[in-house]
Structure formats: structure tokens, C-alpha cells
T-cell receptor, first 111, second 115 residues
């Protein structure tokens, strides 16, 4: 019940396309859902986060969509660029508890 | 520059040897964490510390040890009991854990390999 399931494991998108990464969870007590971006040889960095009181959050080309009833959330990258090529991790946590990370999605954006 | 410094960037361990990974932060964060990253397995929590001289086991603590003698430092020792230590190790910090929903700041990682 503590798991966060992430898919796909890898994703190849053409420049200008939309990248979509999905995550699902079981624990309804989770109340914080961040996405982290990791470039090769570097540590992850917070990209965008959402709480369950909203269904969507947008920051530039990055959007989180949240479906509370389905216990799913997804990251959409609009107008994907080669510089977006990285590994993306979704995560979830309950208040006062540690983050649970998904298994990661390696995104490659080709020109 | 504020941030988290991990060293070394690459480390090689001989069989039966203990090795220590360094993690230093100057963000004045109370909480610090160690994660292990393996391909296809995401980030798994090894140990975390919420305050100096206190730390808790994460999901995969066996074969590892830590100390938190100073707020700024949280070294990780990979002992000979860890039979499969080859991985990318990430240190992170956050303001404090009890607030929940805290942003994690990560270092650049240490790649540990077995000779």
C-alpha cells in the first residue's frame, strides 16, 4: 500500500511532442505528490508538485494532472525539447512522513 | 553557494572492505537522507536523520551505517555485510521532516563499484 507505481519505464518522444508519464498509488492518506527531474550523473531536483485539493497544476510547459478518485497522477511535458531528456520520478507522501518514490521514467527527446 | 556536497564522485570497494561516503550541507537543514539508486528500481531510502545524534533506518538499511555528529554532515558507511553495494548513492536534505511535504535537495551522487 506504500508503493507508487510509475509507467512507462522509458519514453521516446520527438521534439515538439507531448511527453506523458503516469503514476498510481494505493494509500489514500497521501497528500503530497511531487515530480523530480534527474539529469545523468546528477541528483534529482524538484520539478513541480501538487496537493489533492486541485486537479491540475501548470508551470510553464510542465503540467501535473491529478485524479483523486482513480488514485492516479501524471506529468505532461508540452512541446518537449531535447533539453528535457532526463529521468523523471514521481513521489508521494503523507504529512510528517517520508517521500515514497516511483521507479523512474527515462525520457529521450529526439530532434 | 548553498547546497549539498557529496564526495567522492566515484568510489571503488574491494571485497571485505568498508567504505565511507561523505555528505556535507550548508543549507542549515535539520533533516538529511541517504538514498540508493539502481537502474529500474527508483530511489530507495537507506537511512535518514531528523536531528543531530539521531537517525532511523529506511527501507534497505542492512549492510549500511551512518552517523550524525554535526548538523552539516551525514556520512554513510557501506560495510562488508552489504553484498551488492554497486549503485549510485544520493544524499539529500530538507528543512525538517515533521512539516511534511518538504522539498528535498539532492547532492550530485557517488557511484560505488566493486573491484
Amino acid at each position: 500500500q506504500q508503493q507508487v507505481k510509475q509507467s512507462p519505464q522509458s519514453l521516446i518522444v520527438q521534439k515538439g511532442g507531448i511527453s506523458i508519464i503516469n503514476c498510481a498509488y494505493e494509500n489514500t492518506a497521501f497528500d503530497y505528490f511531487p515530480w523530480y527531474q534527474q539529469f545523468p550523473g546528477k541528483g534529482p531536483a524538484l520539478l513541480i508538485a501538487i496537493r489533492p485539493d486541485v486537479s491540475e497544476k501548470k508551470e510553464g510547459r510542465f503540467t501535473i494532472s491529478f485524479n483523486k478518485s482513480a488514485k492516479q497522477f501524471s506529468l505532461h511535458i508540452m512541446d518537449s525539447q531535447p533539453g528535457d531528456s532526463a529521468t523523471y520520478f514521481c513521489a508521494a507522501s503523507m504529512r510528517t512522513d517520508k517521500l515514497i518514490f516511483g521507479t523512474g521514467t527515462r525520457l529521450q527527446v529526439f530532434p | 553557494d548553498g547546497g549539498i556536497t557529496q564526495s567522492p564522485k566515484y568510489l571503488f570497494r574491494k571485497e571485505g572492505q568498508n567504505v565511507t561516503l561523505s555528505c556535507e550541507q550548508n543549507l542549515n537543514h535539520d533533516a538529511m537522507y541517504w538514498y540508493r539508486q539502481d537502474p529500474g528500481q527508483g530511489l530507495r531510502l537507506i537511512y535518514y536523520s531528523q536531528i543531530v545524534n539521531d537517525f532511523q533506518k529506511g527501507d534497505i538499511a542492512e549492510g549500511y551505517s551512518v552517523s550524525r555528529e554535526k548538523k552539516e554532515s551525514f556520512p554513510l558507511t557501506v560495510t562488508s555485510a552489504q553484498k551488492n553495494p554497486t549503485a549510485f548513492y544520493l544524499c539529500a536534505s530538507s528543512i525538517w521532516i515533521r512539516a511534511g511535504n518538504e522539498k528535498l535537495f539532492f547532492g550530485s551522487g557517488t557511484q560505488l563499484s566493486v573491484l
